[in-house]
């Protein structure tokens, strides 16, 4: 009986010849992530048990993002408290207000996560650098302090389902798409605690920016990880970021899936999860006419620079619809930098969009766009549980770059057809 990429991996970091699915297991790690939330936590157990040292200071990473720029004298005291850590123990991979970015776009963008590695961050959406062909997994405070202090973590062997990519997508349909298709089909259960394997030919019509936005939503279908085979688009992102040696591992030919999916990439039609739950899924002929009062792009999910230029190219010449709000947040300085010098960011600002730094921000409710009672939000966002963006009675509406873009300008959910 053969092992999947996932196991692969774990049985690898474990020293182990084989593991099968349900073993629990004891791994070296190559990344530890954690955020200015989920940080302080970890430090305080870190320093609660009396560590007095990190298990390796180039493989912890800290990233400010989720209420930085500080928007309240609480969250100012944390990201000093991580601030403060990362002196102590100097810490390489730690980004603040001016450096950093959305975690989860910024660690694979400088190269900090590899092909092959076994990554834990303090962070559910920890589990995008599946993209990558990685084993990244979502983990509580404590483990990463363990993590931390140890540079180790113990997993149960996770099984697996496998989803078999075909054909290419169509115009104005985006990773984003693809993976709210799947989470409608198989529920936000449907994966639990089981690792989400992608491959099939269909994978050389997804960028690396698809895969990213699909692997960081694993999650929302209750997995373990997803996980991306490795193909020459991967490694050629990988080119000229990762200044080190990393490792491919492929499936057996005969290793056990729970279940196969064969999904046609050209059958996917824009696709917008309804609210409370992801797997509330629609296309266009069940959308209905739904007004809007908020858009939002950005997050871990689409703040990249495709998802960019996919909503410039829709505001382009145009203007949003009066009465609604659309904020735009590059996931990174990189991105809100190669913004500028495409123009990008003049497309946005004469469409009426407001431009923010990066920032997770409104996605977890927490600044930079909260909702008020009644009010509904198109969002490339990956969650839209009750009060998710602000009142309990608001309403989030997951979608891509494209849908959120050409919602704007229409003041409704929309599909870009409507409007190019």
């Not at 320093?47 to 609480?74: L, Q, R, Y």
């Amino acid at each position: 009986m053969g092992m999947t990429m996932t196991q692969k991996i774990l049985a690898a970091h474990a020293g182990l010849d084989k593991v099968e699915a349900g073993q629990l297991i004891k791994c070296k790690l190559d990344m530890v992530l954690g955020n200015d939330v989920t940080t302080p936590v970890a430090i305080n157990e870190f320093e609660k048990a009396g560590f007095t040292k990190v298990f390796d200071n180039t493989k912890i990473s800290m990233v400010m993002d989720h209420f930085t720029p500080n928007k309240d004298i609480k969250s100012a005291a944390h990201t000093l408290q991580c601030r403060t850590f990362a002196g102590k123990y100097d810490i390489k991979h730690y980004y603040d207000v001016g450096d950093m970015g959305i975690e989860h776009a910024l660690l694979p963008e400088k190269g900090i996560v590899a092909s092959g590695e076994c990554i834990i961050g303090a962070d559910s959406h920890t589990c995008t650098y599946g993209a990558l062909g990685a084993f990244s997994t979502g983990v509580g405070s404590t483990d990463m302090c363990a993590g931390m202090a140890t540079g180790e973590a113990w997993f149960k062997v996770p099984s697996a389902i496998k989803f078999n990519l075909k054909g290419k997508l169509n115009e104005y349909v985006m990773g984003k798409d693809v993976i709210l298709h799947i989470i409608g089909m198989i529920g936000v259960d449907g994966a639990l605690y089981k690792s989400m394997e992608f491959s099939g030919e269909g994978l050389a019509s997804l960028s690396m920016d698809d895969r990213l936005s699909m692997a960081n939503m694993a999650i929302e279908a209750g997995a373990k990880n997803g996980i991306f085979a490795v193909d020459d688009i991967t490694r050629e992102y990988q080119k000229g970021r990762v200044d080190r040696e990393y490792k491919v591992y492929e499936a057996d030919e005969d290793a056990v899936y729970d279940a196969v999916y064969d999904i046609d990439l050209s059958e996917i039609k824009p696709t917008v999860s309804f609210p409370h739950l992801p797997e509330n899924t629609r296309t266009p002929d069940n959308w209905g006419d739904v007004e809007i009062q908020q858009v939002v792009i950005g997050s871990c999910t689409n703040g990249r620079l495709e998802d960019m230029e996919m909503a410039a190219k829709i505001l382009e010449g145009r203007h949003i619809a009066n009465g609604v709000r659309c904020i735009v947040i590059p996931a990174t300085q990189q991105v809100y930098l190669e913004c500028c010098k495409r123009g990008y960011m003049e497309t946005f600002i004469n469409a009426g969009c407001a431009v923010s730094t990066p920032t997770c921000g409104p996605c977890l409710g927490g600044h930079m766009g909260i909702l008020a009672k009644g009010e509904r939000a198109v969002a490339t966002t990956n969650r839209n549980f009750v009060g998710r963006m602000g009142h309990p009675e608001s309403e989030v509406y997951l979608a891509s770059p494209a849908v959120a873009a050409a919602s704007a300008v229409t003041g409704k959910i929309s599909q870009p057809s409507e409007i190019m």
